[in-house]
């Protein structure tokens, strides 16, 4: 099994900025294979945000923050970041990472994903 923990939410003002934070760990060795940030906003779906996948390094965006939000990956501490700048109204939801431990064509739908974070509120006001 693998947690994830999830920090760095809060509350921000329009074009402000915020950096979310999530580490894996396991009792037992993993296989890390890609990361992700989803959000759901109220009443809404999630929706996919940014993944990474970790050994290329290769990042994937969401149209809807590309420029604004950037993911990164820290090898040594089995950690992603998302780095949220710019932030608008309707940022506005649930963050939740997630991490894919197999091999995947693609990194983009929540259901590639196998372990979920319990997700972290981030508000951005008017």
């Known amino acids: 099994q693998v947690q994830l923990v999830e920090s760095g939410g809060g509350l921000v003002q329009a074009g402000g900025s915020l950096r979310l934070s999530c580490a894996a760990s396991?009792?037992?060795?993993?296989?890390?294979?890609?990361m992700g940030w989803f959000r759901q906003a109220p009443g809404k779906e999630r929706e996919f945000v940014a993944g990474?996948?970790?050994?290329?390094?290769?990042?994937y965006y969401a149209d809807s923050v590309k420029g604004r939000l950037t993911i990164s990956r820290d090898n040594v501490k089995n950690t992603a970041y998302l780095q949220m700048n710019s932030l608008k109204p309707e940022d506005t939801a649930v963050y939740y990472c997630?991490?894919?431990?197999?091999?995947?064509?693609?990194?983009?739908?929540?259901?590639?994903?196998?372990?979920w974070g319990q997700g972290t509120q981030v508000t951005v006001s008017s």
């Open positions: 396991s009792g037992r060795g993993f296989t890390l294979y890609a």
């Open positions: 990474v996948h970790w050994s290329s390094a290769n990042t």
């Open positions: 997630a991490l894919i431990s197999r091999w995947r064509t693609t990194v983009v739908s929540a259901s590639d994903y196998d372990y």
